[in-house]
């Protein structure tokens, strides 16, 4: 039998699978890659709930950027970053930094490309994604940001995930538990 968790974000509703990362822990997979309306739906709730000024969103690569496009178009910021896993051959002078994520075994690292840096130096930046759980991956970007010379006034996410959502520094709109693999007894 495949165990679901039932996801709401405003009118909508999603039905997540269950899926085990490790011995003890399940997470509901939450994929937002390919559900513009769902991207849409949290980018407006989100939007409402920031309250800092700033001048540009940045995402990490991949999961955000649905929702960092439709942020920028409702909050009138024309243009988002992303930080990317790898560094690309179109990169110039790129910034690195390293990241542990929940979702991930091995460490991979965070790119800025160093035109974006130049572009995002002094200003001040909302950190956006789709997931937040330990938190791994907005502290590498955060660090990457404090690299490039900008400042983080925000960081936001659409579901805090397991602990993340006892954290007072992050927005979020929903919480999303942690399932525990071990059967009942």
Known sequence: MKQTYELKIGPLTRTLPIIPINDTTAIASFVLLGDSQLAHQAAEQL????????????????????????????????????????????MTDPLEVAVNSITTTDEQKLVLDG???????????????????????????????????????????????????????IIYLEKLPLFSTKPIK
């Open 47 to 90: 939007s409402t709930k920031i309250t800092a000024d700033f001048d540009y969103i940045v995402t990490l690569e991949s999961k955000g950027i649905p929702l960092a496009e439709e942020m920028s178009r409702v909050t009138n910021h024309p243009t988002f970053v992303v930080l990317r896993k790898s560094v690309k051959a179109y």
């Open 115 to 169: 035109h974006d840096a130049q572009q995002l130096a002094g200003k001040r930046i909302i950190l956006v994604d789709d997931v937040i759980s330990t938190g791994g991956s907005l502290e590498a970007a955060e660090r990457l940001l404090k690299k490039a010379h900008a400042k983080t006034v925000a960081k936001c996410a659409i579901l805090a995930e397991g602990d993340a959502a006892k954290r007072t520094d």
